[in-house]
């Protein structure tokens, strides 16, 4: 039974490529400290730093904007609860969040007093 169970993990991380992920992400983060480290020494401008977080974005996977989406509704609900403007999402974003990496211009925010009428 354990021998199956290393198989199926072993063929997942062959599938998804789990461990090239978590290296580029350790890359990644390494990248942005020393990006940080190097602002809060002097040696760069911000505007310098900016050009360098866009060229880093560029080698990142895009974004679960559903994943987003939500995440943003549960903290503005957090800071500013029934005045908070939210994102509109359909059930099906809801439910593949994780899984899909839907375009984010098509949730559209929806302010307070509108909420109370959907």
Known sequence: MLGALAAVFGAIDLVFDLSNRACQHSLMKRRYFELLASVL????????????????????????HALLALSWNAAQEMVFGD????YKLPIFARTLKNLCRYEGSQFKVIAPQMQQLS
């Open 41 to 64: 020494i002097g040696a760069k401008t911000i505007k310098d730093a900016t050009a360098d977080v866009n060229r880093f974005s560029a080698d990142e996977e895009p974004a679960f």
């Open 83 to 86: 005045k908070a403007y939210r």
